[in-house]
């Protein structure tokens, strides 16, 4: 029987455009709304139309957000590339090495692992905060860059991912070719197993990068101290303090260049996420 192509109903498609289109305008909307009121002086901030532009005053608001007390927006930016650029990277490199141990290499106790990493992804990050903070008490840590930082590099769903993937993408033929040939085990993962695993690792430093960027009890737990907060908690701080002198402007300006970073992020890594995932298999 010849096959034959069937043709979707109007009102399925009409439904998919329809439910697409309301996603769409949940997630740009604010992005607008927070483009055009960066644009607006402290005067129009209020006066005018929010979702429209008044006299263009972003060159002066980016002005006034490095020069709010003493350059700290910036400290705070430098922090954020530590904790998420930093951390991502060394969590996706740990999970890399983690991932391709359980999804090619057999050992006792293989299944038990796997289950408590899948456990693990399960659970809220947030609940691991508290017992964190009182670990890193004890040994003195609270307060420093490594508080913030060595809870981040620990990625469960990197893991599971990037063994799911290990497991179903590296051909064991070209692993075991490779051994006959002499290669060492740490020679064949960096030259066969990781490559073959980029798009998936790709994906675990994104999850990562946002995860760390977005994370707001850790830091606000760990540190006291503004010089090594993130930006997601100075960026609070600062609309706290209104009654200080720190107008509305500043902070939603800052706002505005936080969100830079992450665009770019995703605009340079897209097209390595959105490559084939099934990439790898024997030619």
């Not at 996706?92 to 106790?109: D, I, R, V």
């Amino acid at each position: 029987m010849p096959w034959r192509q069937q043709r979707t109903p109007f009102s399925a498609r009409a439904f998919s455009l329809i439910v697409m289109a309301t996603f769409a305008l949940y997630s740009l909307v604010p992005l607008w709304w927070l483009v055009v009121t960066a644009t607006k002086s402290s005067q129009d901030l209020f006066t005018t139309n929010p979702m429209w532009f008044a006299d263009f005053n972003l060159g002066q608001n980016i002005a006034d957000v490095f020069n709010q007390q003493n350059g700290i927006f910036a400290v705070w930016t430098g922090n954020t590339i530590i904790y998420c650029v930093g951390g991502a990277a060394i969590a996706t490199l740990l999970a890399a090495m983690a991932g391709y141990a359980l999804g090619k290499y057999e050992f006792p106790g293989r299944k038990v692992v796997s289950n408590i990493i899948l456990a693990a992804v399960l659970l809220p990050a947030i609940l691991f905060a508290l017992p964190l903070y009182l670990m890193f008490s004890e040994i003195q840590m609270v307060n420093t860059y490594w508080s913030v930082l060595l809870p981040s590099l620990v990625s469960p769903f990197g893991v599971f991912l990037a063994s799911t993937y290990a497991g179903q993408a590296i051909p064991t033929e070209l692993l075991e070719a490779a051994r006959l040939d002499g290669a060492s085990e740490a020679r064949i993962f960096w030259r066969i197993g990781f490559p073959i695993m980029t798009p998936a690792l790709v994906t675990v430093f994104l999850y990562q990068f946002v995860a760390i960027w977005s994370n707001y009890l850790l830091p606000v737990l760990m540190l006291n101290n503004d010089t090594l907060q993130p930006l997601s908690v100075g960026l609070v701080n600062w609309r706290e303090r209104l009654n200080e002198g720190i107008p509305y402007s500043v902070t939603i300006t800052g706002s505005l260049l936080a969100v830079v970073p992450l665009l770019l992020a995703f605009s340079i890594l897209q097209r390595y996420w959105r490559s084939d995932l099934t990439a790898g298999g024997v030619k």
